[in-house]
């Protein structure tokens, strides 16, 4: 079974400070990883998405994470955040079989502070 | 193009009746999801259908059910409702089984008083 940790559930920032969402897998096969974010009152938007090939992927409004399978980790970092950026983020998992099956972490609250 | 459209946002009933949510995917795709999201349990991961067959099914009592209609949209059935049930249910929209971006709706906030 897949399982998926966001050791954070707040991360406090200053605005264009850099920042770091941690996330770590577990799995015994391999796994498509996901980065979502919710805002207030809102469904869930995807950010972006590694199913293979290069381990760098980048979403179009400044966010990265790497694939590191070695630690098991995807983490979401970006550079300079904006009070826009104010959101909760998910890391989640699905198996290349089922892939419609998301696994999620339990989330992290990012409020980015003036 | 529209969006995954769920209705309603939100919904206050009370323990023991039951519910039906209702999920529009996005127009053409043919795989839906269902997720609840509970400050405590985070987001769990209800069922899926495709092409009216529900595919998998996550951990759930049976009093969670669901179906999917030949246009694709989706219901999902709570009875015997429960104060734990009170959730936020969100649905999730695909291509087909091989599209692995999840489009979802804004949710269904469910109140159980």
């Known amino acids: 079974a897949q399982s998926v940790t966001q050791l954070d559930s707040q991360v406090p920032v200053f605005e264009e400070a850099p920042v770091e969402l941690r996330c770590n897998y577990s799995?015994?096969?391999?796994?498509?990883l996901f980065w979502y974010v919710q805002y207030p009152n809102q469904g869930l938007q995807l950010l972006l998405k590694y199913l293979s090939g290069s381990t760098l992927v980048e979403s179009i409004n400044g966010f990265e994470a790497e694939f590191n399978k070695s630690q098991t980790s995807f983490h979401l970092r970006k550079p300079s955040v904006h009070i826009s950026d104010t959101a909760e983020y998910f890391c989640a998992v699905s198996r290349p079989a089922s892939s419609y099956k998301l696994i999620f972490g339990s989330g992290t609250r990012l409020l980015v502070r003036p | 193009k529209a969006g995954v459209t769920q209705t309603p946002r939100y919904l206050i009933k009370t323990r023991g009746q039951q519910v039906t949510l209702s999920c529009s995917p996005i127009?053409?795709?043919?795989?839906v999801s269902w997720y609840q999201q509970t400050p405590g349990q985070g987001l769990q991961f209800l069922f899926e259908?495709?092409?009216?067959?529900?595919?998998n099914k996550g951990n759930f009592p049976g009093r969670f059910s669901g179906r999917q209609f030949s246009n694709s949209r989706s219901e999902m059935n709570v009875s015997t409702l429960e104060l734990g049930d009170s959730a936020l249910y969100l649905c999730?929209?695909?291509?087909?089984?091989?599209?692995?971006?999840?489009?979802f709706g804004q949710g269904t906030r469910l109140t159980v008083v």
């Open positions: 999730a929209s695909s291509y087909s089984d091989s599209d692995f971006e999840a489009f």
């Open positions: 127009s053409g795709h043919r795989s």
């Open positions: 799995s015994s096969v391999s796994v498509y």
């Open positions: 259908y495709f092409s009216e067959t529900q595919r």
